[in-house]
């Protein structure tokens, strides 16, 4: 039997997460946030003080790390039988997370662990190429986008509920930054896939947003 998949793409802080974790738990659906596995790589990397442009070095980690994803209510993340979760949304994760994902060695070597989580009952797969290169093959695709002052605006605002230190205008930059080197990369580049539902979420309400997506399945 074909394992349904939804693939929702798009640049930094649209709010795939969000709305990808509220599709997946309607549906009853898997889901698997890639950006999540690029951010544990790069706490993997920071960790053990490997420099940035050591390729092969960065493809050993990956080979090696084991990672555990609990996905109930929030998502558990442990590295090496450690919790990272807390780090996962740091700005510098994230920045770092799209320094090393644009190697190509890179990408190759996290393909099959993102495509392990494709079963039943079906599966809801968030990030940047997961329509283009990772499963191309999935009947329902979704671009989601907002502006970039927009997105700045949301990411400032998580983080400060969190707890954490933020700084709008230098996350403003940082994002406009990761857009430009998630997208203009030659391996596996942010893309509209063919065939993707664009929604661009500026002016949307989140449920507005969910309901958009949901009605694409029905
Ligand atoms: O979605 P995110 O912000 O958690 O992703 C962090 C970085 O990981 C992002 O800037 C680029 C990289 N990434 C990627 O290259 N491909 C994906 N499918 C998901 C994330």
């Known amino acids: 039997?074909?394992?349904?998949?939804?693939?929702?793409?798009?640049?930094?802080?649209?709010?795939?997460?969000?709305?990808?974790?509220?599709?997946?738990?309607?549906?009853?659906?898997?889901?698997?946030?890639?950006?999540?596995?690029?951010?544990?790589?790069a706490i993997a990397v920071l960790k053990q003080g490997v420099d940035l442009a050591d390729e092969s070095a960065i493809?050993?980690?990956?080979?090696t790390m084991a990672l555990e994803f609990d996905c109930h209510d929030e998502l558990v993340v442990r590295l090496d039988g450690v919790d990272i979760t807390a780090k996962l949304g740091l700005e510098s994760t994230g920045s770092t997370a799209s320094i090393i994902a644009a190697l190509p060695e890179v990408r190759r070597v996290l393909l099959q662990k993102q495509q392990d989580f494709k079963q039943l009952p079906g599966l809801v797969a968030d990030g940047r190429d997961m329509g283009t290169v990772v499963f191309p093959d999935a009947k329902n695709k979704v671009f989601l986008t907002a502006s970039a002052a927009e997105r700045a605006k949301r990411r400032y605002k998580q983080l400060i509920e969190k707890g954490n230190d933020a700084n709008l205008p230098r996350i403003t930059t940082e994002i406009e930054e990761r857009d430009r080197?998630?997208?203009?990369?030659?391996?596996?580049?942010?893309?509209?896939?063919?065939?993707?539902?664009?929604?661009?979420?500026?002016?949307?309400?989140?449920?507005?947003?969910?309901?958009?997506?949901?009605?694409?399945?029905?």
């Open 181 to 218: 080197r998630d997208s203009e990369r030659k391996n596996a580049p942010l893309a509209v896939a063919g065939g993707a539902l664009y929604i661009d979420s500026s002016e949307m309400t989140l449920d507005a947003v969910i309901e958009e997506v949901l009605n694409l399945i029905r």
């Open 1 to 41: 039997m074909a394992i349904p998949v939804l693939t929702i793409d798009g640049p930094s802080g649209a709010g795939k997460g969000t709305v990808s974790r509220a599709v997946a738990k309607k549906l009853g659906w898997n889901y698997l946030d890639s950006g999540s596995i690029y951010r544990s790589l």
């Open 59 to 63: 493809v050993s980690v990956a080979q």
